[in-house]
């Protein structure tokens, strides 16, 4: 029950459904987002004071002890709701379950066993009994949906015991608002240059919390690396920046980077092409099903080799770069949408009540 789910919810309230709803998000903490914020439905918490880690310790024992805690307070506080969307922890749909008119709808984002780490045998013990309640809570609900076809069949390999028991999850894509990315302005910019690649420069801009040492530890092996390449003076580093920061940077930047291997779906590459912008991917995972190669960006092999080639290629020609925009942006329009999103949400919510109906 996230953040992610309630904007996309958010979204389907505000259209015209062929049936009338009544949407309550129910959470563990209030998110940073606008749309837990400032949404047009309310959105109550429970079990904020529960806490998420004992001394940066048991982060899953205390992500499962706390959505519990959530689903319980669902069950004894609120009136029997038709149709339940949880979201990526299992544990809470054996628990909501326990009221048997209610019928529950999971998206896994991705399996968390293979998120987790089960590096020692100490983590490996740790892991075995949460691993084996995924799994099995899992397949308590009515019905599975995960982001991509990666995603659907990582759940089936991983998953075996439910896969060899007929359950088959339903890809349901994310979405994100169109609305907020303007028009493109970098193109005709670049051109003023000459499209020389000594005028090129790279903005690496992502998440960084200085408490994890990794994330210092990484950002600095980067800088030293831009350093060591003489490359130090075209390298911008944006650490965390807020969504209206990042709007900027799409809106002024040529085109987009995408570097993960084997991503469960990734939402950055929808943003970008929403921003009229050409998005350069791993041909793997999840971009292999947002981006059409060579029409909306380029799906490229894992190297370098082969992302300057394309890279070099949108900066030579930036009329390519603002014509793969433009494809890029009614692509997201007819397939990644939040209309789009809705449309399809509704028909799975609809057709699990139709079942309770029945």
């Known amino acids: 029950m996230r953040s992610s789910s309630e904007e996309l919810l958010e979204k389907i309230l505000r259209q015209k459904m062929e049936v009338k709803v009544q949407v309550r998000v ?87 066993l293979l998120l987790a780490k089960h590096t020692t045998l100490l983590r490996k013990i740790y892991r075995k009994p949460i691993d084996f309640i995924e799994e099995r809570t899992t397949g308590m609900a009515d019905l599975v949906l995960v982001n991509s076809k990666f995603t659907a069949a990582t759940f089936a ?21 169109v609305d907020q990315f303007g028009e493109a302005r970098a193109f005709k910019l670049l051109t003023l240059e000459g499209n020389n690649a000594n005028d090129v420069t790279l903005t690496i801009a992502g998440g960084y919390d200085k408490r994890l040492r990794e994330n210092v ?14 490359v130090a003076d075209q390298v911008n580093f944006i650490t965390s920046c807020s969504t209206s920061e990042r709007n900027i940077l799409l809106s ?9 291997q084997d991503e469960h779906f990734g939402i950055v590459p929808l943003e970008a092409m929403a921003a009229y912008k050409p998005v350069i991917a791993c041909n793997s995972g999840g971009p292999i099903e947002t981006i059409k190669h060579e029409v909306t960006g380029f799906l490229c092999d894992p190297t370098p080799h082969e992302f300057s080639l394309a890279m070099d290629k949108l900066v030579e020609d930036p009329n390519l770069a603002e014509r793969m925009g433009e494809e890029a942006r009614q692509h997201v329009i007819e ?24």
């Not at 047009?40 to 205390?62: K, S």
């Not at 949880?86 to 968390?112: G, T």
């Not at 339903?170 to 979405?175: D, F, N, Q």
């Not at 002024?252 to 993960?260: K, S």
């Open 26 to 112: 129910v959470r563990d903490v209030y998110g940073n987002n606008k749309e837990s914020i400032k949404g047009v439905f309310p959105v109550t918490v429970y079990g904020d004071f529960l806490p998420r880690h004992i001394f940066y310790r048991l982060h899953a024992v205390c992500a499962y002890i706390r959505c519990i805690f959530v689903a319980l307070c669902v069950l004894l506080m609120w009136p029997s709701f038709d149709v339940i969307l949880a979201d990526q922890v299992s544990i809470v749909i054996p628990v909501l379950k326990l009221k048997s008119s209610m019928k529950v709808v999971f998206y896994c984002h991705f399996p968390d």
């Open 157 to 177: 390999n991983t998953f075996k015991h439910l896969d060899a028991g007929g359950v088959r999850p339903s890809v349901l894509y994310p979405a994100v608002n």
């Open 217 to 230: 530890e990484y950002l600095e092996e980067l800088k030293l690396l831009a350093q060591r390449e003489r």
């Open 252 to 260: 002024r930047c040529l085109c987009v980077l995408y570097t993960p």
């Open 335 to 358: 397939s990644f949408s939040t209309k789009v999103f809705g449309q399809h949400l509704n028909r799975y919510v609809l057709g699990v009540a139709r079942i309770k109906c029945d």
